[in-house]
């Protein structure tokens, strides 16, 4: 089992449609949760970070975690054409918290 | 905007010669981390350096690979006799102290190693 799952997609909204991104982890000792957003030859960007449960809001930005399902998403209101990117998920912890643990990411499209 | 510099952003090599990736870190981050990101793979963390300092080589390969931080100049990530296994998007990544509360890395663009 990987340490990180996240559904590559590729996934496609309509403009103005609330996007949910997940994914789940194995590894017990993660505490920092973060989602980056890639956008093509580029490198990521951080949108959110959260420590441990609860939820955290950003403009139309929402970011979950539950970790007694090892459980986090990325909620996103109102998607924008701008918002096409892949989204990266990552988490650390463990008394290593630097050595982020990535998803693969997965691709959004939101089309005008 | 000065943030994370890499270079080169693009670089072929052939099997068997060297690859040297560089990296400037942000104006007053002195920690620097590189990350490869394989093909169809998440990113991968390979290695986290302070000045003069290998912190974490963890997730460096054993054999070819090797980084350092010198106290003047850029990071830089050298790869010995590449295969075709090591293309990929090397990213380089930077914080102003270990990365802590704010979870936040600074990345670089990448350098796209392409290896013939």
């Known amino acids: 089992q990987k340490e990180v799952e996240q559904d590559p997609g590729p996934l496609s909204v309509p403009e103005g449609a609330i996007v949910s991104l997940n994914c789940t982890y194995s590894?017990?000792?993660?505490?920092?949760f973060m989602w980056y957003r890639q956008y093509s030859r580029k490198g990521p960007e951080l949108l959110m970070y959260t420590y441990s449960s609860g939820n955290k809001e950003d403009g139309r930005f929402t970011a979950q975690v539950d970790k007694s399902s090892k459980y986090i998403s990325l909620f996103i209101r109102d998607s924008q054409p701008s918002d096409s990117a892949t989204y990266l998920c990552a988490m650390s912890g463990g008394g290593s918290n630097y050595k982020l643990t990535f998803g693969k990411g997965t691709l959004l499209t939101v089309n005008p | 905007n000065a943030g994370v510099m890499q270079n080169p952003r693009h670089l072929v090599r052939r099997r068997g010669q060297e690859a040297r990736l560089r990296c400037s870190p942000m104006k007053g981050h002195s920690h620097v981390y590189w990350y490869r990101q394989l093909p169809e793979e998440g990113l991968k963390f390979m290695v986290y350096?302070?000045?003069?300092?290998?912190?974490?080589e963890s997730g460096m390969p054993k054999e070819r690979f090797s980084a350092e931080f010198p106290k003047e100049g850029p990071s830089i990530l050298r790869i010995q006799q590449v295969v075709r296994g090591d293309s990929a998007a090397y990213f380089c990544?930077?914080?102003?102290?270990?990365?802590?509360?704010?979870?936040?890395?600074?990345f670089g663009e990448g350098s796209r190693l392409t290896v013939l």
């Open positions: 990544a930077s914080s102003p102290q270990e990365m802590g509360y704010t979870g936040e890395l600074f």
């Open positions: 590894n017990s000792a993660f505490q920092y």
């Open positions: 350096l302070q000045k003069e300092n290998i912190i974490d």
